[in-house]
């Protein structure tokens, strides 16, 4: 986790409209598994996150291991982790996850279900989820991991399905698929199919 004054720095350092988009700790999501010992980690990544990047502190991801299927155990413990006071979005990467029910519940506390275009093995679905007033999507690549380029056709349907979401107030959206910087330029192109719904 960074530091307090690498936050700061990039508080200084970028525009005054600009939101910042952090990721909760390994330590939280994957070795302790929201655990007791976690909610003292989370705690003090909290009130970093939130003293450095103060105003411009926007969605706190927590990104669960590919092994992580749904439990009910799981899901209390990650719902009596995260503070309500957060715009907390969680990345499951399991399919047992993908549950009405459970994206639901996940609403009613205010925790944003997030959407990914993920390549096998991981089986998962890769429509947008608008289960509150944020959406959250990310793009890791396929079918190479970090690697490929999305087409036109599948970035038209991702974006039709954001714009065609009732009561989302704004959107996240993450390429992960830096390799030969070809996130870039699906980004620009994921822009203007955005702009052009609007």
Known sequence: MPELKAFETWYTQSP?????????PRQVTHYKKFNAEAQLILADFYGTVTEGLRD????????L???AAYTEKLLERLLDSLDPTFQNVVEFRH??????????????????????????????????VAN???????????????????????LARIAAEITAAENV?????FFNNGIGAVGVENARQMQRLLQAGH
């Open 132 to 154: 509150t007033s944020t959406v959250y999507y990310r793009f890791h690549g396929v079918p190479e991991l970090y690697k490929s380029s999305y087409n036109p056709e599948f």
């Open 16 to 24: 005054a409209d600009f939101r910042f988009a952090v990721k909760a």
């Open 65 to 67: 291991p590919p092994k």
């Open 56 to 63: 411009k502190l926007g969605p706190v991801l927590f990104q």
């Open 169 to 173: 107030r704004e959107a996240y959206l």
């Open 95 to 128: 399919p047992s996850w993908w549950d009405g029910p459970v994206q639901r519940l996940l609403a009613k506390h205010g925790i944003a279900f997030v959407g990914q275009s993920y390549p096998p093995p991981l089986e998962l679905p890769d429509e947008v």
